[in-house]
C-alpha cells in the first residue's frame, strides 16, 4: 500500500498544502515531533492496510467509505480526512480539532465544512482516480 494527495483539478493539494503551510520548512522542535507523529501514524495505516487501528483512525459517520486519521498534537488534535483504493491510501484534506469532545457551535461547522469538502474530493476523485501526487514524509 501507498500513501498518497489528492490533487484537485486545478492542481491544488489540499492535504499537503496544509500540512507545508503549518509544519513547514522552519518548524520547532514541538512542530519537528508533530510531523514524526503524523509520519508515523500514516505509515502504521499504511501496514495495517489502510486502518492503523485503536484511537489513530475513525470512520466518519454518514460518510463511508472516508475515515480520519487522529494525530495528538501538544495543544490541539490533527484530523486527516483519507480512504483507501486499491492499493492507495489517499490522503483528502487536513484540520485542526481544538478538543476530543465532541465539537459544538463554530468548531462543529468548520469540522463538517470539512468533511464536506473531503467528501467532494472524495467523489472527484472517484471520477478521475490519477488525480494524486505521491506523499513523501
Known amino acids: 500500500m501507498e500513501a498518497v494527495y489528492y490533487r484537485t483539478k ?3 493539494v489540499p492535504a499537503r498544502d496544509f500540512l507545508d503551510k503549518y509544519l513547514g520548512k522552519n518548524t520547532t522542535k514541538n512542530q519537528a515531533a508533530l510531523v514524526a507523529r503524523i509520519n508515523s501514524v500514516i505509515e502504521l495505516a499504511l501496514e495495517k492496510g489502510g486502518i492503523p487501528g485503536g ?5 466518519i459517520i454518514g460518510h463511508r467509505p472516508l475515515r480520519e486519521l487522529r494525530i495528538k498534537g501538544n495543544r ?3 484530523r486527516i480526512n483519507y480512504y483507501c483504493r486499491g492499493d492507495h491510501l489517499v490522503l483528502l484534506n487536513v484540520y485542526i ?3 476530543a469532545y465532541p ?6 461547522r468548520k469540522v463538517g ?3 464536506k469538502e473531503a467528501w467532494s474530493y472524495y467523489e472527484d476523485f472517484m471520477a478521475s482516480p490519477n488525480q494524486y501526487e505521491k506523499y513523501e514524509q
Open 103 to 108: 465539537p459544538r457551535g463554530i468548531e462543529a
Open 55 to 59: 484511537d489513530f483512525s475513525a470512520s
Open 10 to 12: 486545478s492542481g491544488e
Open 97 to 99: 480539532k481544538k478538543s
Open 113 to 115: 465544512r470539512m468533511i
Open 76 to 78: 490541539c488534535l490533527i
